[in-house]
């Protein structure tokens, strides 16, 4: 490769500096994890009283949002291990993207599970009393190991790319140049290293797959051992994966629109990664359509007493316009856009994964709080507000305030780090010159 071409691809791919845009969302972001924070510091100082839990929903939007999370964090495992395992070299700009919408999801599920704790001080008795029966035990371990394997995997590949910031210095700011020497200066391009490395990231790439599957099955397990209607299910553990499969390529599909404009990287995340993008989203929202239909149609089919109530409220009663807005938004009409050609060029398909994000997360909350309203045994002789449950403000904006906050990592990252791996693209694009020639 020419000089000059490669260094367009590292002048190309280097990351930028906040425009005005750039700064007003971060502000955004800064503000709703600011009324977050404070909302949380109201429920400290005053317990969860301040929140719309009660003894009937106990967990409400905050295990909504947890499971939102662990949800859309089962990304990384698609993209960077499954496809990189295929040698599908069209994934390579998603790989970051995936793996840093990973990290952050999975570091925001722990942090939204320490808030809906009403005593978070007693977090370490999960450590110490912790019983491997419960399968609360069970999700805190998968959490860790995926955490950390997904760190990993998001930090091997970027070895190279720190050794390209390294030569850059003086170009950046210093405290940017004293990151990227902290953390890569070891890296000196040598075929050992390039050797250890890509051995270590396709072992990475095995063991997160079996770890991704674990951590939502075991997730969906939190519900399906009890006896309550509509968690007591054999179908949930696929049910939660194909689900979390589906809005992990939507956040993705969003992210690549939204990097692609701000960054000017219409050369590198292509219509073709739109088009092909779009081919698994539709495939995944079809099969999550197929488990939501055998979700439902059997206990409708037998209508039990307990899952009669609890199907009637979903169909038509009083969920059933967020019920069907969540299946709309996050399956049907996704499938309609992406099933045709033009559906899938940059715009509509931002729109599809859109409309499967927003209507994952409600799908999520649809899961949790109407279960809770239909116990086994009658509400009787409890206050009103226990019969229904809505959030309150600072239940709202603690939760919006964590879906910031995971934004905004991601904001960070891409201001930090090169959001497209720039050693990847050029090696990969002297390969397709070499062949070429």
Request: aromatic content about 16%; hydrophobic content about 50%.
């Amino acid at each position: 490769m020419e000089i000059s071409a490669k260094n367009k691809i590292i002048q190309d791919l280097l990351p930028q500096k906040f425009g005005k845009p750039g700064k007003i969302w971060v502000s955004i972001l800064l503000v709703f994890c600011a009324v977050g924070m404070y909302a949380y510091y109201r429920q400290l100082t005053k317990g969860l009283v301040v929140t719309g839990l009660r003894d009937y929903v106990s967990w409400g939007i905050y295990i909504s949002n947890f499971v939102f999370f662990v949800a859309i964090s089962l990304v990384g495992s698609l993209i960077t291990a499954v496809l990189r395992l295929s040698d599908v070299h069209w994934s390579t700009p998603l790989t970051r993207i995936a793996e840093i919408i990973a990290v952050s999801a999975i570091t925001f599920a722990s942090l939204i599970i320490i808030v809906d704790m009403g005593r978070p001080e007693r977090f370490y008795n999960l450590f110490i009393h912790g019983r491997l029966q419960s399968p609360i035990m069970w999700d805190v371990i998968v959490i860790t190991t995926y955490f950390f394997v997904s760190i990993l995997l998001l930090y091997f590949p970027l070895l190279p790319d720190l050794a390209i910031l390294i030569q850059l210095k003086g170009k950046t700011t210093s405290w940017l140049d004293r990151l990227y020497h902290f953390l890569g200066s070891f890296w000196k391009n040598t075929t050992e290293q390039i050797n250890i490395s890509n051995k270590a990231v396709n072992i990475l790439s095995i063991t997160i797959i079996p770890v991704a599957f674990a951590i939502h099955t075991v997730t969906s397990w939190l519900f399906a051992t009890t006896y309550r209607p509509g968690w007591d299910s054999t179908n949930f553990g696929a049910y939660f994966i194909s689900g979390a499969f589906l809005v992990g390529a939507g956040g993705v599909i969003v992210a690549m629109y939204v990097f692609r404009k701000s960054y000017k990287l219409e050369n590198y995340i292509t219509d073709a990664h739109f088009d092909k993008m779009g081919k698994v989203l539709v495939l995944l929202a079809l099969l999550y359509l197929y488990f939501n239909v055998n979700e439902f149609l059997v206990p409708a089919f037998k209508m039990k007493k307990s899952e009669e109530e609890h199907l009637l409220g979903l169909f038509t009663g009083e969920f059933a316009i967020l019920f069907w807005f969540a299946i709309t938004t996050a399956m049907i009409i996704p499938i309609i856009i992406l099933l045709f050609k033009g559906g899938r060029k940059p715009l509509p398909a931002f729109i599809a994964g859109v409309l499967v994000v927003i209507g994952s997360w409600f799908k999520r909350y649809l899961i949790v709080t109407p279960t809770l309203l239909h116990p086994f045994l009658p509400m009787r002789d409890v206050p009103a507000n226990y019969r229904h449950y809505f959030p309150p403000w600072e239940e709202w904006a603690i939760a919006m305030g964590s879906l910031a906050g995971a934004m905004l990592v991601i904001t960070f990252f891409a201001r930090i780090f090169p959001i497209i791996p720039i050693q990847e693209t050029i090696t990969e694009t002297e390969e397709l010159a070499h062949e070429k020639v």
